[in-house]
């Protein structure tokens, strides 16, 4: 098996150090018992942080494994299986990757779902709503779809799931580990653009907002690359067996090529700020139980709190200035247990130009939107205010419901103010 992390240049061997300072490392939960993360003594996803009301120490939460780790790599290389098996092994929260169910379901506070992908059966094709599948069969999704209104909204779901878990961390102590990484979303837009697939005018709109909102987000402490052969992909397209996979005209040996190349450059950049770890699946099998344990037992050993060479020594630089400064700990708790602080008010600022039809539906689409809507006795009402799903005197009483802070579907309103 072959384990590879980088601190420079890409594929660089690494000598792992054993360290003094266990707080600085990963233990798996299997082998030893960490102590219990200490419960919130309140509901702080729907009330954020009561500092102002009740002292509550950040730091006294924390363990070895709080920490946050993503998954990068290629379309179907095996990132949330990874991710998954990681969380059981370190005992952390696994957030799985953003798929068109995040985008397009409604979820009602009795556990119904709605999906409004059921009226592209009657939405003209210009008007449908663009989904994963409809950008994988567009042989020109510039000029007949809608790739960066997607992108966007993928972005979005995933930006708003990281700040999520940041807030877990910071309340809880639970590590966290994401099945894609955020901070990597612009190389995709930028594989897109290679390919033909999206405008430079496009492309240059999402690096600007993906640059700005992601400037005060704390960045991980490990990037997992999982490198996949194309061959690979190819193979997980079959076991998946959907047509529009199997059948996409884009989805091809240059995109996977371009994507990929893209990728690694941008990891190169990165690992000033973050730990890499390459997994390469032509000596790795992630579904292989064996080499995950040898996985594990390597990862134990890396240090995670970084050299402090020099002053540019930026790795782990947020995560650093928390433990010598316990103030920036709770700082960040605050901010990133406000749904609104930390996610709306990032966003708010941003709305593509008008002229950008990659990321707008016309009007006509939009009015034929509202229109079914009106018909569809489903959407009469906000899911969480519909008597069809909640009892009538409780909507009376309590109208939001606790569908309030992060308990509240703000990516839907985000990319629809988009």
Request: net charge neutral.
């Amino acid at each position: 098996m072959a384990f590879t992390s980088i601190s420079g240049p890409l594929l660089r061997q690494k000598t792992v150090r054993i360290l003094n300072n266990p707080l600085r490392c990963l233990t798996n939960v299997k082998d030893t018992k960490l102590p219990a993360h200490k419960p919130p003594y309140y509901d702080y996803l729907s009330l954020g942080h009561l500092n102002w009301l009740l002292p509550d120490k950040t730091q006294t939460r924390f363990n070895e494994n709080t920490k946050v780790i993503t998954v990068a790599g290629s379309v179907l290389s095996g990132k949330n299986h990874l991710a998954s098996r990681l969380a059981d092994y370190f005992g952390m929260m696994f957030h799985e990757d953003t798929c068109d169910d995040d985008l397009f379901n409604h979820r009602c506070p009795n556990g119904a779902v709605i999906d409004i992908r059921g009226h592209n059966s009657i939405l003209p094709k210009k008007s449908a709503y663009y989904t994963t599948e409809l950008f994988w069969q567009d042989e020109n999704p510039m000029k007949n779809g809608k790739p960066l209104w997607l992108q966007y909204a993928y972005y979005a779901h995933r930006f708003y799931q990281y700040s999520k878990g940041l807030c877990h961390l910071f309340n809880t102590g639970k590590g966290q580990i994401f099945g894609k990484d955020i901070f990597s979303e612009v190389i995709f837009a930028e594989a897109m653009l290679k390919s033909g697939l999206m405008s430079e005018y496009a492309y240059n709109w999402f690096e600007d907002m993906h640059n700005r909102t992601t400037m005060e987000m704390w960045r991980p402490h490990i990037i997992f690359y999982v490198k996949a052969s194309k061959e690979q992909i190819k193979q997980k397209i079959a076991e998946r067996n959907l047509d529009w996979e199997k059948s996409s005209p884009t989805l091809n040996d240059k995109f996977l090529d371009t994507y990929q190349e893209c990728l690694e450059s941008y990891l190169d950049k990165t690992s000033k700020y973050s730990e890499i770890v390459v997994i390469d699946r032509k000596d790795v099998d992630i579904y292989d139980e064996d080499d995950i344990k040898i996985l594990v037992d390597k990862l134990v050993y890396l240090d995670l709190e970084g050299e402090h060479l020099n002053r540019d020594d930026s790795k782990f630089i947020d995560w650093r200035f928390g433990l010598h400064l316990g103030a920036s700990y709770g700082t960040a708790r605050q901010r990133f247990s406000s749904a609104k602080v930390a996610y709306k008010n990032t966003f708010a600022p941003f709305h593509a130009p008008l002229d950008m039809s990659e990321a707008k539906y016309s009007e006509s689409a939009k009015e034929h939107h509202r229109y079914l809507k009106q018909l569809d006795p489903r959407f009469k009402y906000a899911p969480d205010q519909n008597p069809l799903y909640r009892n009538p005197l409780s909507i009376m009483f309590n109208p939001f419901g606790g569908f309030t802070n992060y308990c509240k579907d703000y990516p839907k309103e985000i990319v629809k103010a988009l």
